[in-house]
Every structure is written in structure tokens, then in C-alpha cells.
């Protein structure tokens, strides 16, 4: 299989993790939605009775689902994303849609300072338990793909099935030379995490705004996205996006006992062939050769957004 250069993977890396960067730190003017269970409102769903300082979480789905589904949003990213998804399945399934503290106009609170991923993955073993979910399946873009594998592979009894979107377990693997490991691109991630946090305002706003446009094909589709990033908290951004670098799950896959799904789309990059990707994503995940992997194409990095009929039949026939 060819390969890119250190230099192309970092420029490919870099455009993908400037599309889902926050911009400025508006957070704080904003309080997360109540934890307490409350009845449904004007916008259709409820909020779950679950205390973090993680995340929370809308609850959509008939008093009597077929199951559960857990949807973990991406860095800077809202439920928001989900939305189409959450109408096609929330007539049979319970749909739990996450809001992680620190994006999207939710205070950053406990993940004001250090790793978030990690964290909430934590914290989604404690919900799933407290509110007595039996094996929900759990779908996650991007970061929240990262979060979903950590969830699986160190809490394998709390996964039903797993389903990543376009992300692969060790994202440092683009930031160095081959053979990379968490060690040897820390201080690379250092670098960015510096960058994003102490560089102009206007020049990081600039740039999310046009990596965000590299990252949904569908123009109509992507005020949503520019709207979440501009209202995440900078500093939270920056650092769970240092730990993404950082952290490399290939060792800890073969833990994963659910059924996994991974779904991709090909890199934003002209060099790269449909075989090169493909012979990327089955590299980054043999330590699961379990795992079904499935190529979506015609679309960007939301695939959720870009190919929803497609993307729905997938988790359709995921859940199934």
C-alpha cells in the first residue's frame, strides 16, 4: 500500500482537526440543561436524571423501546447532529443523545482543565448502570468515537454494539513518522495545544469557519456546525483535542467483546485513493478483526449530515 509523506499526513491531519475546533471561548455565558428528569418540552425530548459534570444527556424514544442508543457527538460538536438520525429512530428506539460540558454552549465545569474523552467515557459506564441500560448500543463520530471505543474496550459488559464514524484509534498515527507512538507525537501535540490556546481570537475563528466548510459538503447543512464550534469553550477544545493525539487505543481493541462497525469516508486529500484509505482503516483497527468496516462515499467528514439516507440504512442495519 502507498503511503504519505510525514508532511502530507500532518497537512491531512491538521485540516480534519481545524474542522472541528472550537473558536471563541463563549461557554461560560451559557448553563447546561437541567439534570433532573423532566417531561418533555417544545423541542421533544426530555433530560436525563444523571449527575456530571461531564456531560448530560436529551432522552427521546416510546415508554416501551425495542432498545437503546447512546449518539456521542464529536469535539465542539452539539446533539444537534444527530437530529435526523434521532427522528428516524426514536419511534422504536430510546435515543440518548449527549451533550459533552465545554461544547456547543454548555459550560465547561469538570472539564474545564485536562483530558475529557477519558472522563466521560467513565462517566457513560456510570449512566448506562444508573439508569439501568441492558447492553444499549452505542454510536460515536469522530472524538465521540474515540469515546465509544473507550467505553467498549475498558467497560466490554456495558456495550451492546459499537459503532465508530470516521475516526480511527490512534489519530497521533497522522502526526508523525511511521512507526509514531502516543510518546513520540507528544510533544507535537504539545505544540498545537499551545498554538490553539494562546493564538489570536480572529485568526482561530477564520480558520474553523473555513475547515468546518472542508468537512460538510452540504452548504445548506452547515450553520449548525459554525454555530457549535463558535459557542464551544477554546480551552476545552484545545485540550481534548491534545488528547486525541495523545492517545492510542490499537492495544486496547482486542478488549472490545460488542459487535463493532466502523464507517468512514476518504480522506479530504487528492493523493489519497479509495484503496489507500481503506488500507489505512483496516491497519488502525487489526487488533480487531471482528470489526465490519464500511467505506461511505460522496461525503465529507459529517456523514450524518452529507449522506443521512445512507448513513441511517448503516445504523439500521447496524442496530438490527
Known amino acids: 500500500m502507498k503511503t504519505m509523506t510525514a508532511a502530507a499526513a500532518l497537512s491531512a491531519a491538521l485540516t480534519g482537526a481545524l474542522a472541528i475546533l472550537a473558536t471563541p471561548a463563549l461557554a461560560q455565558e451559557h448553563q447546561h440543561e437541567p439534570q433532573a428528569q423532566s417531561a418533555p418540552a417544545a423541542h421533544g425530548h426530555a433530560h436525563a436524571a444523571f449527575e456530571s459534570g461531564r456531560f448530560h444527556v436529551r432522552v427521546d424514544g416510546p415508554e416501551h423501546p425495542v432498545g437503546d442508543v447512546i449518539l456521542i457527538p464529536g469535539l465542539s460538536s452539539s446533539p444537534e447532529v444527530w437530529d435526523g438520525l434521532t427522528e428516524d429512530l426514536k419511534g422504536r428506539y430510546r435515543v440518548h443523545r449527549v451533550h459533552i460540558q465545554g461544547f456547543a454552549g454548555a459550560a465547561a465545569e ?71 507512538t502516543a510518546e513520540s507525537v507528544a510533544p507535537m501535540a504539545d505544540q498545537i495545544y499551545t498554538a490553539m490556546t494562546a493564538g489570536p481570537e480572529e485568526g482561530y475563528r477564520q480558520q474553523a469557519a473555513a475547515s468546518v466548510t472542508g468537512m460538510i459538503n452540504t452548504e445548506s447543512l452547515r450553520a449548525g456546525p459554525l454555530e457549535d464550534t463558535a459557542k464551544s469553550d477554546r480551552a476545552v477544545s484545545a485540550s481534548a483535542f491534545r488528547e486525541l493525539i495523545v492517545t492510542d487505543l490499537r492495544p486496547e481493541l482486542p478488549r472490545i467483546t460488542a459487535p463493532t462497525t466502523v464507517v468512514y469516508v476518504k480522506f479530504n486529500d487528492p493523493r489519497m485513493t479509495d484503496m489507500m484509505v481503506d488500507g489505512i482503516y483496516q491497519a488502525s483497527y487489526a487488533t480487531l478483526p471482528s470489526a465490519k468496516l464500511k467505506r461511505i462515499d460522496d461525503s465529507a467528514h459529517f456523514i450524518m449530515l452529507d449522506q443521512p439516507a445512507v448513513f441511517a440504512a448503516e445504523v439500521n442495519a447496524f442496530l438490527e
Do not use: C, W
Request: no cysteine.
Open 110 to 180: 469538570d472539564n474545564a482543565t485536562g483530558p475529557v474523552s477519558a472522563p466521560v467515557a467513565e462517566d457513560l459506564a456510570r449512566y448506562i448502570a444508573e439508569q439501568g441500560l441492558n447492553k444499549p448500543a452505542v454510536i460515536g463520530h469522530s472524538m465521540g468515537g474515540t469515546i465509544g471505543m473507550m467505553l467498549a474496550a475498558r467497560h466490554p459488559d456495558s456495550v451492546g454494539k459499537l459503532m465508530v464514524v470516521d475516526m480511527v484509534p490512534f489519530m497521533g498515527a497522522m502526526f508523525g513518522a511511521p512507526g509514531a
